[in-house]
Each structure stands twice: as structure tokens, then as C-alpha cells.
């Protein structure tokens, strides 16, 4: 799904981008320019990033 219309990102780059290790919205903003033209994106990319940060923690803390 699009989460950006005005730079064409998705919530599948995003995630992508969390999980080979952006750990904070200026991370991600800085490698796929989400949030960078109007910023109606930027509260749908930030809890996606947060949904994304915590789901790796928690498969940390199972395998842990």
C-alpha cells in the first residue's frame, strides 16, 4: 500500500528500510524521501516505523 503518494513509497519499503536498520523516522525519511513534500504521510509512516521497530523486538526477545 502507498504511504507516500508524492514520492511513491510503500509500506513494504518502509518496513524494508526498519528492518536492515533505520531505527527513527529522519532515518527513513533521509533514504526514501517519505514525509518530504506535503507530509500528510508522516503520521501513517511513523506508527508503521514504531509497528515495525516493535515487532523486531519482540522476535528478539523470543529468541532471546
Known sequence: MY???CR???????RTSVE???SSFREVR???EVGTCCGRCV??????IDQ???EI???ISVAA
Request: charged letters at 30%; hydrophobic letters at 40%.
Open 43 to 48: 503520521p501513517e509512516a511513523r506508527e508503521l
Open 20 to 22: 536492515n536498520g533505520a
Open 3 to 5: 504511504v507516500c503518494l
Open 57 to 59: 523486538a519482540s522476535r
Open 30 to 32: 533521509d533514504e526514501l
Open 8 to 14: 511513491a513509497v510503500t509500506d513494504r519499503q518502509i
Open 52 to 54: 515495525t521497530l516493535s
